[in-house]
C-alpha cells in the first residue's frame, strides 16, 4: 500500500512528538513508531529535565552551559550548548502548561534537585537544576504530549518498521516500513522525513535500552552513504541493577545515596573530592570498575553497592518509588534497609546522524540532505560531547525537536513533491523474501548473543587497541555469518522472528562504526577511555569524528569542534 502525507515523523518518542506538534496545523504530518507510541524509550526517563530556573537556589543558564561543554570534556560544540541552556526554562514551562505535573516547592514553584555535574559558579558546588516528576519525569512527559498529538489529530502508525530510505536526485521522497501486525510492506510518499529513532543501546549485553534500541533510523541513511558523528563515545549508566542493566536514576545519588565498596567505603571522595558520587557518569562508571579491578568489587564480584538506606521510607516512596520498586520486583531487596548491587550498564549514544541545530541532516561535505531531517539520540548536534550530564537528553528532546518541527514549516514551501522511483519497495520485499525462503543457516539470537558479548568485553567502559582489533574481526565475522541466517517463523502476523533478523543488520553495522571510531581516536576523553591512551590530546584530538560507508569500507575523517567561551582545560571535579 502507498500513503502520503507531507511530512512523516520516524519515531514517537519524546522528540517526533514535539517536532509532530510544533508541524500540525502547518501541514499533513504523519507518525511512524515500531511500538506502540506511548511504548518508546522516552518514557523510560527517571530523573528530571535540566534548567536553570533558579527556584530551590541561584543559578543561571551560563553555568548550565558551562557544565554541559565542561561534561562533554570540551568535545561540545558550544554554539549549541548555549542555545540549549537559554532556551531550557522555556521548554519547561511550555511542558508545564502542556500539563506535565512537576514536584513543587512549599512555595508551589516547580521543585529542583542536584544531579551528576551540575554544578554553580563554573563548577565549585553542587547546585539544584533538575525538575522532575517524581522519578518518572520521562514517562509524565511522554503521555503528556501524546494527549497533545492526540488532541491535534495527528495520524499515527503504531507497530510499522521502517526498512529504507527512498532518494531521489539527492532528495528524499518517502521511506518502506514494515507493518508488524500483517506483515505488509507499505510505502510512504512525502516530502520530509524526519528521523527521531532514539538509541542502539541492545549492542551491547548489559543496557538500560528498551529491546526496541537497534539503531535502524542511523543505521539506513549511514547504509545510504550519509555519515555518522562520533560514534565512538558510548555512555555507560554507573548504577544499573547488577546482572540485570535495569537503570536506578541518578536522582537516587541526588537525593542522597552513596556508593560503596565491599570494605563499606564511600570510595567516590577519592575520584571527585568536590562533588563525590555527583560526578559525571564516565567518571563514576570508571570509578566502580577501578575498585572491581583492584578487589574491591562486593563479595569478590563484579558489582559495587547503591546506599540508599539512610533516606527513610517517606523520601524513598515521594521522590524514588519507581526505582524502590524495581529493586523489590527484579532483586527482592528492600532499599530502605539493604544495600542495593549495581554495575555500570549501557544507557546513551553521544553520536549519530549529523544535524544542525535546526534539525537538518548533513552529508559528508556538510551540505543538506534535502527532506532529511533528524532530532534525539540517533542524531549528533555535537550537544553531548564526549560525555552527556544527567538531565540534558530530555531537555535536548524538547528543544530541538521544536526547532526542527519549526524548520520543518519555514521549508516545506520550497520542497515539492517529488514523484518516487519505479517500485521503491522492491529491495526491501526481496530482501525478506531471501530470509524467509532460507531453509537452514544460523539463527539469529546465537549471532547477537555473540555480538552483545564481544562489544561489553572489548569496547565499552575501558578500551585497549588489542581487544577493539578482537572485536573488529570477530564483529565482521558475524556480518559474514549474518549472510546465513534462517528463521523458523515463516507467517505474515507479528513475525517478530523476522524483525529479529532484520535488525540484527543494524546492530552489526553500528558496532562496526563504534568499534573502528574508537580505534582511530587515540586519546582518552569522556567516555572514551583508552588504556593505552589514557591522557587527553587537545593538539591532536579536539575534533568531530565522522564515518562513511565507501565501497562497502567504513571511511573515517574529522571535522573542528565550535569552541566560543570555554577553553578546554583539566576536567576535575
Not at 175 to 202: C, D, I, N, P
Not at 274 to 285: E, F, G, H, N, Q
Not at 515 to 521: D, Q
Request: proline share 4%.
Amino acid at each position: 500500500m502507498v500513503f502520503k502525507h507531507d511530512v512523516v515523523v520516524v519515531g514517537a518518542g519524546l522528540a517526533g512528538l514535539r517536532a509532530a506538534l510544533e508541524v500540525a496545523g502547518n501541514a499533513d504530518v504523519a507518525l511512524i513508531s515500531k511500538v506502540y507510541p506511548t511504548r518508546s524509550h522516552s518514557g523510560a526517563a527517571q530523573g528530571g529535565i535540566a534548567a536553570a530556573l533558579g527556584n530551590e537556589e541561584p543559578d543561571s543558564w551560563e553555568w548550565h552551559m558551562y557544565d554541559t561543554v565542561k561534561g562533554g570534556d570540551y568535545l561540545t560544540d558550544q554554539n549549541v550548548a548555549e542555545i540549549l541552556a537559554q532556551d531550557a526554562p522555556r521548554a519547561v514551562y511550555e511542558l508545564e502548561h502542556f500539563g506535565v505535573p512537576f514536584n513543587r516547592t512549599p512555595e508551589g514553584k516547580i521543585a529542583q534537585r542536584a544531579f551528576g555535574g551540575h554544578t554553580r559558579d563554573f563548577g565549585k558546588a553542587a547546585v539544584k537544576r533538575a525538575c522532575y516528576a517524581a522519578d518518572r519525569s520521562g514517562r509524565v512527559m511522554m503521555d503528556t504530549l501524546y494527549f497533545q498529538v492526540e488532541r491535534k489529530g495527528i495520524k499515527a502508525y503504531p507497530e510499522f518498521q521502517m526498512l529504507d530510505l527512498i532518494f531521489k536526485d539527492k532528495q528524499v521522497v518517502g521511506l518502506v516500513a514494515y507493518e508488524l501486525a500483517t506483515g505488509e510492506v507499505h510505502f510512504f510518499h512525502s516530502r520530509v522525513v524526519m528521523l527521531a529513532t532514539g538509541g542502539y543501546g541492545k549492542i551491547y549485553k548489559t543496557t538500560s535500552n528498551a529491546f526496541a534500541n537497534t539503531g535502524e533510523g542511523l543505521y539506513i541513511p549511514y547504509r545510504a552513504g550519509i555519515p555518522l558523528e562520533d560514534m565512538e563515545f558510548v555512555q555507560f549508566h554507573p548504577t544499573g541493577i547488577y546482572g540485570l542493566g535495569v537503570l536506578l536514576t541518578e536522582a537516587a545519588r541526588g537525593e542522597g545515596g552513596v556508593l560503596r565498596n565491599d570494605a563499606g567505603e564511600r570510595f567516590m571522595e577519592r575520584y571527585a573530592p568536590t562533588i563525590k558520587d555527583l560526578a559525571p557518569r564516565d567518571m563514576v562508571s570508571r570509578a566502580i570498575w577501578t575498585e572491581i579491578r583492584a578487589g574491591r568489587g562486593v563479595g569478590g564480584k563484579d558489582y559495587v553497592h547503591l546506599d540508599l538506606t539512610h533516606l527513610g521510607e517517606k523520601k524513598l516512596a515521594e521522590r524514588l518509588s519507581d526505582i524502590t520498586s524495581f529493586v523489590k520486583i527484579y532483586l527482592g531487596l528492600d532499599p530502605a534497609r539493604e544495600l542495593v548491587p549495581v554495575q555500570p550498564t549501557c544507557h546513551y549514544m553521544m553520536g549519530g546522524i549529523p544535524c544542525d541545530v535546526d534539525g537538518h541532516v548533513l552529508g559528508d561535505k556538510h551540505e543538506i540532505i534535502t527532506g532529511l531531517y533528524a532530532a534525539g539520540e540517533c542524531s549528533c548536534l555535537s550537544l553531548h560531547g564526549a560525555n552527556r550530564l544527567g538531565c540534558n537528553s530530555l531537555l535536548d528532546l524538547v528543544v530541538f525537536g521544536r526547532r526542527t518541527g519549526l524548520q520543518i514549516v519555514r521549508d516545506l514551501g520550497r520542497l515539492p513533491w517529488n514523484e518516487p522511483p519505479e517500485n521503491p519497495d522492491r529491495a526491501t520485499v526481496e530482501r525478506i523474501r531471501r530470509i524467509k525462503e532460507r531453509k537452514t543457516g544460523e539463527k539469529v539470537g546465537s549471532l547477537r548473543s555473540s555480538l552483545q558479548e564481544v562489544m561489553t568485553t572489548n569496547c565499552s567502559v575501558f578500551r585497549h587497541e588489542e581487544t577493539m582489533e578482537q572485536a573488529l574481526l570477530e564483529i565482521r565475522s558475524l556480518q559474514e555469518r549474518y549472510a546465513r541466517i534462517a528463521i523458523d517463523n515463516k507467517g505474515l502476523k507479528f513475525n517478530t522472528d523476522l524483525l529479529d533478523a532484520l535488525e540484527l543488520e543494524a546492530l552489526l553495522g553500528l558496532a562496526e562504526a563504534v568499534t573502528v571510531s574508537a580505534l582511530n581516536r587515540k586519546e582518552s576523553r569522556g567516555a572514551h577511555s583508552r588504556e593505552d591512551y589514557p591522557e587527553r590530546n587537545d593538539e591532536e584530538w579536539l575534533k568531530h569524528t565522522l564515518i562513511q560507508k565507501k565501497d562497502g569500507e567504513p571511511r573515517v575523517f574529522y571535522k573542528p569542534v565550535t569552541i566560543t567561551r570555554f577553553q578546554p582545560k583539566p576536567r576535575t571535579y
